[in-house]
């Protein structure tokens, strides 16, 4: 099992607690991302394939909005969380083991929009990694269809390298739970070390570890281009109200 596995396969019952209200998070994605979808010229008839789904975060909003919905994800163990809170939310959602460096293992037919949010992308750690992962999400589009991504915002992140991210403190019906990261850089890659505080009836501490590549926004431009894609499209928070960078690219028509 990799790092990426075991790091979510740990996390898979807490991952909600990143989240003040995970339940509104879900529907506040969704409508996001069908506004991106329709700006697009896509309607809820769009086929969806969700490639690093988690515990459905994405893909269970989108499922109640009427779009189908394929989800997969590496992590069983999220697999299985997200199959439970879509079958709470009676969301109709294919869900699918697959790694989304090779797609085409696991699919075989098209999709019209392949979705991988959440700063799923830069777990690949050298460019070769990246430039595989972005060539199977392309090549599981059809023509004219849509790539939607979203990472940190690695271009300011990298000036400066933090040591940490800021935390996140919930207050909860018995207490606080703080969440924050550890950063411990290594030139462009750092490892990750997520807390969580649950500070109520009793004191409990989560540690999960992972690894990550900062990868700027240029990066994943030419990736893009050069993996078939025209009309790549970033766009800041402040245009989409998520609360990452997100990129939208357009896989063109194949040469007769």
Same mark, same amino acid.
């Given at each position: /099992? ?9 996390? $898979? ?28 010229? *896509? ?6 394939? !969700? #490639? ?24 069983? $163990?999220?697999? $299985?969380?997200?199959? /439970? ?9 294919? @869900? ?8 085409? !293992?696991? *699919?075989?037919?098209? @999709? ?24 199977? /999400? ?41 969440? *924050? ?47 078939? #894609? ?5 766009? /800041? ?11 939208? $690219?357009?896989?063109?028509?194949? #040469?007769?």
């Amino acid at each position: /099992m990799n790092i990426v596995q075991n790091f979510y396969d740990n996390m $898979a019952e807490q991952y909600d607690k990143l989240y003040e209200n995970w339940d509104a998070a879900v529907q506040e994605h969704a409508q996001i991302l069908h506004r991106i979808f329709r700006d697009a010229g *896509f309607d809820r008839s769009a086929q969806i394939l !969700d #490639c690093a789904c988690g515990i459905g975060t994405q893909a269970i909003g989108l499922a109640a909005l009427g779009y189908p919905v394929t989800a997969s994800d590496i992590s069983d $163990a999220e697999l $299985a969380e997200a199959q /439970m809170r879509a079958a709470k939310h009676r969301a109709e959602i294919r @869900f699918a083991h697959a790694d989304f460096c090779a797609l085409s !293992d696991v *699919f075989r037919e098209p @999709f019209d929009i392949v979705i991988v949010m959440d700063n799923a992308l830069p777990h690949m750690l050298t460019a070769e990694a990246l430039k595989t992962a972005v060539g199977s /999400m392309v090549g599981q589009l059809r023509e004219n269809g849509i790539f939607v991504a979203s990472i940190r915002d690695y271009d300011s992140i990298l000036r400066e390298q933090p040591p940490y991210s800021p935390p996140y403190i919930h207050q909860t019906a018995a207490g606080q739970r703080v969440a *924050f990261q550890t950063w411990h850089w290594e030139q462009e890659c750092y490892r990750l070390v997520q807390y969580i505080i649950e500070d109520e009836e009793s004191l409990r501490i989560s540690k999960f570890e992972c690894a990550y590549r900062a990868v700027r926004r240029s990066e994943l431009t030419g990736l893009l281009h050069e993996c078939g #894609c025209r009309e790549v499209v970033w766009k /800041m928070p402040e245009e989409t109200g998520f609360y990452q960078p997100v990129v939208i $690219a357009r896989k063109a028509p194949e #040469c007769s």
